[in-house]
């Protein structure tokens, strides 16, 4: 079941222990799903409870800790051969296994690096662990370790974030198809889902967000569906979806009547998506992107109903979230882009006093020479009546 080959993920985990021993680290525990995906293909969500990975910076074998429910997971999705169960009981206390592998490889006394950015290790989790390895070992925080591994992407994790954004085209298609004067929002929401599913997508990380009404100014999921009126408003922000890689769209679509302001800052939006697309320059830093952002929308007058920070970088990620952040884009990030970065730039504007909002975004790669977006959809104000 694995979805590169082993070669690649071999030069993936050969990659990472060399960053370790840059930094001076003789293992790093990993918790990050993405991370786990990354560097063997195991994939699971099972990281909700207790669940990591010891990488030693050694050749020494990677050895996972999990729970029963993940063994079959992890021997027939990953290239992990040492896996450890850890069971639910009064008093199980997984941590204390955890430093019983550390022991067994060695690194009493070293200096073991941990992901800590992550939603696959609570808090209440990392004092458990915490408390079993004082005095063990030095721990430091080693987040970003993997992360930066994975910001740049592969030939072939390009392919999938191509056949990802294929899905996501295909998606706009269907739901601009659904949405009509008293349609109901979760009808628009099936035609996604429906449309991702039937080619061979995954279910996202997060959302659709989607809402009409007051509800189009929202820009996180909220329950309360509602048919959409006879003039009203709809935003869409979602994902096509292909193994784990995410390509992200978003459209806010005038139903029953177009609207004079609303049009005003449809065109200010395209503008600002055409000058944040022009700024992504490899090379370049990647908060110019969220300058020209700032500066299209302020020169037309809707500072006040901008955003802070205009977009994030994709990839293979796992619920809550699609954002695969570290980097956000706002001014004054110093990250350079680089050829095989996937970013989401966006331009939001939401204008709570008129009550409208309006919204464009989609996927690009950085290239040699600069940006190519990944949709074929035009940046078109978009009618339906």
């Given amino acids: ?67 029963r429910p993940d063994l079959e997971q992890a021997r027939r999705t990953s290239t992990i051969a040492d896996i450890r169960i850890w069971y639910d009981a009064e008093g199980a206390d997984p941590a204390v296994d955890l430093r019983a592998i550390l022991a067994e490889k060695g690194l009493k006394g ?23 390895l004082e005095g063990f ?9 993997v992360r930066a591994l994975r910001l740049v992407k592969s030939a072939a994790e390009i392919a999938y974030v191509r056949e990802a954004a294929g899905i996501a085209d295909a998606s706009l298609t269907a739901m601009v198809g659904a949405a009509r004067p008293g349609a109901f929002e979760g009808d628009v929401a099936a035609a996604y889902l429906a449309t991702l599913l039937s080619r061979g997508g995954d279910m996202p990380a997060s959302g659709p967000v989607l809402g009409s009404g007051d509800r189009a100014l929202l820009l996180r999921n909220a329950t309360g569906a ?8 709809l935003t869409m922000e979602f994902a ?8 992200c769209l978003m459209r806010t679509i005038a139903i029953g009547s177009a609207n004079d302001h609303q049009r005003a800052m449809f065109s200010a939006t395209r503008d600002a998506m055409q000058a944040m697309t022009e700024a992504a320059r490899p090379g370049r830093p990647i908060g110019e992107i969220d300058a020209a952002h700032r500066r299209v929308f302020d020169a037309a007058g809707f500072a006040h109903a901008r955003m802070g920070a205009c977009g994030y970088s994709l990839g293979a990620t796992y619920r809550p979230n699609w954002m695969d952040v570290p980097p956000l884009l706002y001014s004054g990030n110093p990250t350079p882009a680089v050829p095989g970065m996937v970013l989401f730039p966006h331009a939001i504007l939401l204008d709570a006093t008129a009550g409208l909002a309006m919204s ?20 078109d104000y978009i009618l339906r009546d």
């Avoid at 993936?12 to 993405?34: I, N, P, S």
């Avoid at 070992?137 to 370790?145: I, T, V």
């Avoid at 096509?240 to 390509?247: E, F, K, L, N, T």
Wanted: glycine content about 8%.
């Fill in 240 to 247: 096509g979806v292909y193994r784990r890689y995410h390509a």
């Fill in 1 to 67: 079941m694995l979805h590169f080959s082993r070669e690649e993920l071999d030069g993936r985990v050969a990659r990472a222990r060399a960053a370790l021993v840059r930094r001076g680290l003789d293992g790093l525990l990993v918790f990050a799903q993405e991370s786990l995906y990354y560097l063997t293909g195991f994939d699971t969500n099972g990281y909700v409870f207790f669940q990591g990975a010891v990488v030693p910076a050694d050749a020494g074998p990677i050895t996972l800790l999990t729970r």
């Fill in 110 to 132: 070293a200096r073991v690096g941990i992901e800590l950015a992550t939603y696959g290790l609570t808090a209440a989790n990392y004092v458990r662990i915490a408390r079993a």
């Fill in 226 to 233: 509602r048919h959409l009126d006879p003039v009203d408003q």
């Fill in 360 to 379: 464009l975004g989609y996927t690009i790669v950085i290239t040699e020479s600069g940006a190519e977006v990944l949709s074929r959809h035009p940046l």
């Fill in 137 to 145: 070992c030095a721990l430091e925080d080693a987040s970003d370790l």
